[in-house]
């Protein structure tokens, strides 16, 4: 059952310790199948140098096991909560690559600070607030995904693909689990950079007028950065 999608996640998975984001069992990565609704994703505590393809954990939209021989990664209600709350959504990736996740440990969103950062984020990489006590002795995952998407607010999820929850580390997402691995990697660099601006002593944003720029000509109908899709039937 969904073997394309199986494979795409498993090889999503296997790219987050290939970039240096994971280490051990510290993340997970899932995807959505956009006919069935059904979600693949890694399962709980299983080594990345053990783990196969057919390791993969098939679910429903509300986390019923459809397919698989092991436990889902514990944050699976996590990323169910994103998809049932976002449809434009098809991958999600999870780390707690150093960088980003010293900025959730430090209780702070990331400034964009340049281009760089206007380029994949249109605004700051924005930090949550604690999670209480009772949030998290009590579903703790699904808190995490309630305080993620209080924290993204009406924002579009595509346009800010990232959210640093405090005291833990990054959840990021995309379009599909290859595009939510290059959010993660992205974020990453990003989290770099700004650690070392912030050290050099800049505190102030790029301008406005610059980040729409670098932003909007990579991002929506007005972009013009790369190449042209061709439709099909072009030469």
């Known amino acids: 059952m969904l073997e394309r999608l199986k494979q795409s996640v498993f090889k999503a998975n296997l790219d987050l310790v290939k970039e240096g984001l994971v280490i051990h069992t510290w993340g997970n990565a899932s995807g959505r199948d956009k006919k069935t609704g059904y979600i693949v994703i890694k399962p709980s ?3 990345y140098k053990k783990m196969k393809e057919d390791d993969m954990v098939v679910l429903d939209p509300d986390g ?3 397919e698989g021989k092991y436990k889902p990664s514990t944050d699976a209600p996590t990323h169910l909560l994103f998809y049932k709350t976002w449809n434009s959504i098809g991958g999600i990736v999870h780390t707690h ?3 980003a996740t010293s900025w959730a440990q430090a ?5 964009p600070f340049g281009t760089t950062h206007a380029d994949h984020y249109y605004g700051a990489v924005p ?7 009772k949030e998290v002795e009590k579903n703790y995952e699904i808190n995490t995904g309630k305080v993620i998407l209080e924290t993204m ?3 579009d999820p595509l346009a800010v693909p990232s959210v640093l929850v405090n005291n833990h580390g990054p959840f990021c997402w ?3 689990t290859e595009d939510a691995v290059y959010n993660a990697v992205a974020l990453e660099e990003i ?3 700004a650690f070392y601006t912030v050290l050099l002593g800049k505190k102030e944003p790029v301008d406005k007028y610059l980040l729409d720029k670098h932003f909007k000509r990579k991002h929506g109908t007005d972009a013009y950065y790369g190449q042209k899709k061709q439709n099909k039937g072009d030469a």
């Open 45 to 47: 505590g299983v080594s």
């Open 64 to 66: 019923k096991v459809i």
């Open 97 to 99: 690559s150093t960088y």
């Open 107 to 111: 209780g702070k969103s990331i400034p």
């Open 127 to 133: 930090c949550s607030r604690k999670l209480t006590q």
């Open 153 to 155: 607010k009406k924002n």
């Open 174 to 176: 995309g379009t599909d």
């Open 191 to 193: 989290a770099r950079m």
